[in-house]
């Protein structure tokens, strides 16, 4: 079956440095969707990425969705306390699409 | 406007009982979906509901079964609990199917233990 890997699992980030985290699918998806969850909290709705090829950029945030939609990336410039959390990477591939979700980045900022 | 709104908030269960979960989603939103959060992972998908019918369901045993009524609202039922069932359960509401290129909408979450 169909299964999203999301890499790293964990980041430790000093404040105002840059990171990337990755996702891969097994399978070509038709778009895919970024979550964050704040720890003790429910993941909220960041971007969706749905052309070949996609950049899509939020302030400090740029995402992009690869050729093949098979993976994608989220890179954090210039990380702030504020994006502590878990990033997650959900995949969809059908019209009535389930989320398919990665395990998610857990990123640690440290002042 | 109230977002997406899940009962209880905490439970404790022991194992065989049965459990209910309910979810009132956006209002205007007609698909309703339940994914279940272990600590440490990614949520993992257990229905979804688009106007009352079921439109996905993944690998979940028979134990698990849910409805959508007609006001949009949706239970999630779980019958013979195990100990592996303790778990964030969320509730993500959209304006339709989430394979439309709608975002989903996520609840609190149900935090279930079974003991």
């Given at each position: 079956g169909q299964q999203?890997?999301?890499?790293?699992?964990?980041?430790?980030v000093q404040e105002g440095e840059d990171f990337t985290t990755y996702c891969n699918s097994s399978t070509t998806l038709s778009n895919i969707q970024w979550y964050k969850?704040?720890?003790?909290?429910?993941?909220?709705?960041?971007?969706?990425?749905?052309k070949s090829g996609e950049v899509k950029k939020q302030k400090r945030l740029t995402f992009q969705f690869g050729e093949a939609k098979k993976n994608s990336s989220l890179h954090i410039t210039a990380?702030?306390?504020?994006?502590?959390?878990?990033?997650?990477c959900a995949g969809i591939t059908d019209s009535w699409g389930k989320l398919q979700f990665g395990a998610g980045t857990q990123v640690v900022v440290t002042p | 406007?109230?977002?997406?709104?899940?009962?209880?908030?905490?439970?404790?269960?022991?194992?065989?009982?049965?459990?209910?979960?309910r979810c009132s989603p956006i209002s205007g939103h007609k698909s309703v979906s339940w994914y279940q959060q272990v600590l440490g992972q990614g949520p993992q998908f257990i229905f979804q509901y688009y106007e009352k019918e079921e439109r996905?369901?993944?690998?979940?045993p028979d134990r698990f079964s849910a409805r959508q009524f007609p006001n949009y609202s949706s239970e999630l039922n779980v019958n013979a609990l195990l100990?592996?069932?303790?778990?964030?359960y969320l509730c993500a509401s959209s304006r339709g199917p989430v394979g439309w290129n709608t975002e989903a909408f996520f609840g609190q979450g149900t935090r279930l233990t079974v003991v």
């Open positions: 999203v890997m999301q890499i790293p699992q964990y980041q430790h969850q704040r720890p003790g909290g429910h993941p909220v709705f960041l971007i969706q990425l749905v990380t702030q306390t504020t994006d502590v959390g878990t990033y997650f | 406007d109230a977002g997406v709104t899940q009962s209880p908030t905490h439970l404790i269960k022991t194992r065989g009982q049965h459990v209910t979960l996905g369901r993944g690998n979940f100990l592996g069932d303790s778990a964030l």
